[in-house]
């Protein structure tokens, strides 16, 4: 099983350009979660799908859309990219709700210019 | 939504002494405490996590408490070794009705050899 895995691993945008930072997982878990995370700031949930069908915002989600195409996939866009979006991105996944480990992907490090 | 306070951010301590890192939540609904370790580079992973209906759980080396009148959760490492310098994150549930966790801004362990 390859777990959580994340596509691009590194990217570079300029301000004003758009992007989709892809994610699947194997698991057959219900929830899947998009993080980001900056220096000194620990983790900060972005979005999130409870199931297969159904997303939410989560702390920051100013920037971003998100879709959960089927079970193992949960996309995140940025429609115009700014330089307050550089960050790096984690995607996790947990078998039903937060109460349970969450399994996160690689990350994608983004630098937005 | 929950609020999670960390501390120290940065701790230093000698090959073979003891480690304890200290959370503080706010929620008094939340119901589940994991503590996820990363690496430099690499994703964070599930090291240890505690439900509330306990007050301490050990893993070899690794011990969590709870105090739920407090409202504060701690990491215990002992005999420490250089493969535990890591940046250390404490969790809670998000509460307010949305899934997924609040990071404490994490702890950044040297194992001073």
């Known amino acids: 099983n390859a777990g959580v895995t994340q596509t691009p691993k590194f990217q570079v945008l300029k301000t004003g350009q758009s992007m989709t930072l892809q994610c699947a997982q194997d698991?057959?878990?219900?929830?899947m979660y998009w993080y980001r995370q900056d220096p000194g700031m620990g983790l900060r949930l972005i979005y999130y799908?409870?199931?297969?069908?159904?997303?939410d915002k989560g702390e920051v989600p100013n920037g971003y859309n998100v879709s959960r195409l089927n079970k193992r996939e949960f996309s995140l866009r940025l429609e115009s990219a700014a330089p307050s979006q550089t960050s790096v991105y984690f995607c996790?996944?947990?078998?039903?709700?937060?109460?349970?480990?969450?399994?996160f992907g690689p990350g994608t490090r983004l630098t937005v210019l | 939504g929950e609020n999670v306070e960390q501390h120290p951010s940065t701790l230093s301590v000698q090959e073979g002494d003891s480690a304890v890192i200290k959370c503080t939540y706010s929620?008094?609904?939340?119901?589940?405490f994991p503590w996820y370790k990363q690496e430099l580079g690499k994703r964070p992973q599930l090291i240890i996590d505690?439900?509330?209906?306990?007050g301490e759980k050990k893993d070899q080396r690794i011990a969590v408490t709870l105090n739920k009148t407090a409202k504060h959760f701690s990491l215990h490492i002992t005999e420490t070794q250089p493969e535990d310098s890591a940046v250390y994150f404490c969790?809670?549930?998000?509460?307010?009705?949305?899934?997924?966790?609040?990071f404490g801004k994490g702890t950044h362990l040297i194992i001073q050899p």
């Open positions: 929620d008094s609904a939340s119901n589940y």
């Open positions: 505690i439900r509330s209906n306990v």
């Open positions: 698991m057959n878990h219900n929830s």
């Open positions: 969790a809670a549930p998000s509460g307010g009705g949305a899934d997924g966790l609040t």
């Open positions: 799908s409870a199931s297969e069908g159904t997303t």
């Open positions: 996790a996944s947990t078998l039903a709700y937060s109460t349970n480990e969450q399994f």
